[in-house]
Every structure is written in C-alpha cells, then in structure tokens.
C-alpha cells in the first residue's frame, strides 16, 4: 500500500469506524505520541480520548497530498459532546465542527511522525467553554 492510499484508509477504516484494533497495520512501532507512549497505543492514546469524549466522532476528508515519505491531510471534524470528559471539560451536549490538517511522515509504509493542526480556539468557543467575542 502507497503512503495516499494508507493515510485514507486511516482515516476511513481506523478513525471515523472507531477500529483502532486495526491501527498496526498504519502506525509503526517507532511512532512517538506528543505524550510519549509509542507505536499504534501512543497513536491511539490521543484518538481515543476523542472518540470517547465525542462517540460520534467522524473525520471528513477535504484534501490529502503526497509527496515522498510525507502526506498532508486535510479534514472536518465533526461531533458531539456526549461522552466522557474532554481535557478536563465534562460532556456539554454541543457538537462541534471544526477544521484541521496532519502532516504525516512514513518509513517503511507506516506512520513514524505526525503533527496536527487544528482551530482549539473555535473548538473551545464550539464547546461553550470560551465566550465567542472574546473582547467581553
């Protein structure tokens, strides 16, 4: 598998179907999450919290990109706040939509990096924790 068709399949058959059983076919064992566990259980250490927090969770594709070991990913996340706590933050009820990209890098057909980039401050305004006119 190519490191486009891998990324969509990701997303597609791991993420937005909640199968994270599948993530060791995608993220290699080298991977390092932002909190320092590796392999597929650092990978979805992160998701998973989403997941739970927002049972509904789904990441809609806009645009992928790829370019030797690196795919740029573009997506739409949409959910609802019902499940557990959230960063703190326990269920409110809102669904929230909110735009984002990771940048992915791969060695040897897996994931090994990845960074993300998402709107946390329209999330948190989508949330009802931060007031949408911040100038009062």
């Not at 994270?20 to 993220?27: A, E, K, P, R």
């Not at 060695?107 to 911040?134: E, H, I, S, Y």
Request: net charge neutral.
């Amino acid at each position: 598998m190519t490191n486009k068709p891998s990324i969509l399949s990701l997303y597609q058959d791991c993420l937005n179907k909640h199968r994270f059983d599948l993530l060791n076919d995608y993220i290699s064992p080298d991977y390092t999450a932002i909190n320092g566990v590796k392999g597929p259980t650092g990978f979805a250490s992160t998701t998973d919290a989403i997941v739970k927090a927002f049972p509904d969770a789904q990441w809609i594709v806009e645009e992928v990109i790829a370019e030797g070991e690196k795919v740029y990913i573009r997506w739409k996340f949409e959910g609802t706040h019902t499940g557990g706590t959230f960063q703190q933050i326990a269920p409110t009820g809102k669904k929230v939509s909110n735009t984002g990209m990771g940048v992915y890098t791969f060695r040897d057909g897996k994931v090994v990096a990845t960074n993300v980039f998402t709107d946390r401050l329209m999330f948190m305004q989508q949330l009802g924790v931060l007031p949408v006119d911040l100038g009062k």
